[in-house]
């Protein structure tokens, strides 16, 4: 890509509240209220539905935060907007609250590409080994696991395994498998997965933009590329990387991860501070310059959430005995994530 294409790049202009926004808000906020439920929304959706969470006394979070604050609310019902694996592990967690997504279509290439009986063939290869899956899984991948983990903490609890000698069986993403091992030094076998979003992240690219806005920092998810990995500045979770964007002082920053997460970024930066999307194009590369949408992200709209609060449906279920198995290693994983951060 030229140096005026990758200065295109900059933040995208729809990561702004829509004008009919405070209609939806008042409208969808009176059924939440009515039904006695909250909306636990990930930042990966549109600014409309996060803003929504956030100003009906929901969440807007990571993965990690989401699941926290579903398993503590008070409320009966749960909607999730966000994908599937988060609504299973809320409805895990809080077996007695109704949990509703927003669009259960939502799926995850993660998930999708981690299948309960393969997955149960590659953990027979390795009997010796501590099972750790990412919570981008189904819940008959996460019944079959020790511990699950977001990217939030897998460096810490990948380190505290390790340090008790044991070695470790990763699934699915193998990107962020791959960073964690050169992290910790763990031995670690990986399973092949990937994030259809992160991976289209471009390294050379990106190197590129550096060169074209020197004064701006890299901020990366754990599931892109090695390459891209290793020009970022930070890497971490959604979160990890808002509240870097919000604390490192840098004139700008180039973000590689899904696009939704501009609105919190801009939210807390104010308008002075330039944001840039990564790279995704190249030679050989994807056709769009900037592909970092998740296409089951988007399910998430104010329209899609009215409907499901109106009419009922996309109701998780997760058969009991797998939710059981299931929610030991989820429970491990809070537990674990109260050790290493107690005030979150
Ligand atoms: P976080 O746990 O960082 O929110 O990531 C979830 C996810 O799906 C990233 O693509
Ligand atoms: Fe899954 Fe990637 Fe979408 Fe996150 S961005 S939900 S990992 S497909």
Sequence with gaps: MSAAALSSLACPSDNLLSPDYTHWCERIGEQLHAQGAVLIAHYYTHPDVQQLAVD???IVSDSLEMAAFGRASQADTLIVAGVRFMGETAKILSPEKRVLMCDIEATCSLDLGCDPDEFAKFRARHPDRTVVVYANTSAAVKAQAD????SSIACELIEHLDARGEKILWAPDRYLGDYVRRNTGADMVLWDGSCIVHEEFKAEELAKMRNVFPNAEVLAHPESPPGVLAVADV???????IRAAATRGADGYIVATERGIFYQMRRQLGPDI???????AGDGGAACRSCARCPWMALNTLEALDRRLRSGGDEIEVPAEIAERARRSLERMLDFRNQVNPVA
Excluded at 274 to 280: D, F, G, Q, R
């Design 147 to 150: 511990w699950v983990v977001t």
């Design 274 to 280: 330039k944001l840039y999307e990564a790279p995704t």
């Design 56 to 58: 009906t006394g929901g």
């Design 235 to 241: 890497v971490g979770s959604t979160s990890q990387l």
